[in-house]
């Protein structure tokens, strides 16, 4: 028996908790585009209408399913698009349906298309992302202040110098020696 994919679908707009579409996200392994989004009743709902849609039947579990302190999330991948090397952005579109170099992280909200995916292994559904629309970006703006604000009275370095820095070139022996006591 092998694993048996049913028809994709599309949630309704939920919030992002992380993303890592700007990129294919390395860290443990296969490269994959990823998505972190609040798993609410209406998604849930979504995901168990497409999974007896497909016939799968009882699932063992939702892979991708966690909790945390303020609620369930579900996290969902993709590794084919990044199957030809890419080391793009994973393709989204705007609430207009056009294809845009935008990304959604944290606190945007957006439409998946998913793609459920009984594994044999263990009676098991994953569920993989095929698709993303920005429905709201919240801009993350730089006012030029770095995130601060102005401190009244404390230090201008408008007419500052910059600090005198001599190049000196010591010898490997000298460097050698003078590391020798360092406990580490």
Not at 28 to 35: D, E, L
Request: with cysteine; aromatic share 6%.
């Amino acid at each position: 028996m092998a694993n048996q994919y049913g028809k994709k679908f599309t949630t309704d707009s939920v919030n992002v908790v992380w993303s890592h579409l700007h990129k294919p996200d390395t860290k443990f392994g296969n490269p994959n585009y990823n998505i972190t989004v609040e798993l609410t009743p209406e998604l849930e709902s979504a995901i168990k209408d497409a999974a007896s849609k497909a016939g799968f039947g009882k699932v063992s579990k939702v892979n991708g399913v966690g909790n945390r302190e303020d609620g369930k999330v579900l996290k969902v991948k993709n590794s084919q698009a990044c199957k030809d090397g890419s080391t793009g952005a994973f393709g989204c579109v705007d609430a207009n349906a056009k294809s845009t170099k935008a990304v959604p992280f944290g606190g945007d909200v957006v439409r998946l298309k998913l793609v459920p995916c009984l594994l044999e292994r263990d009676n098991s559904l994953s569920i993989y992302l095929d698709g993303c629309q920005i429905i709201e970006k919240h801009e993350r703006e730089d006012t030029g202040d770095g995130g601060f604000g102005v401190v009244e009275g404390g230090f201008d370095g408008a007419d500052a110098e910059a600090p005198v820095v001599k190049e000196t070139v010591e010898s490997e022996a000298v460097v050698a020696e003078d590391d020798a006591d360092l406990p580490f």
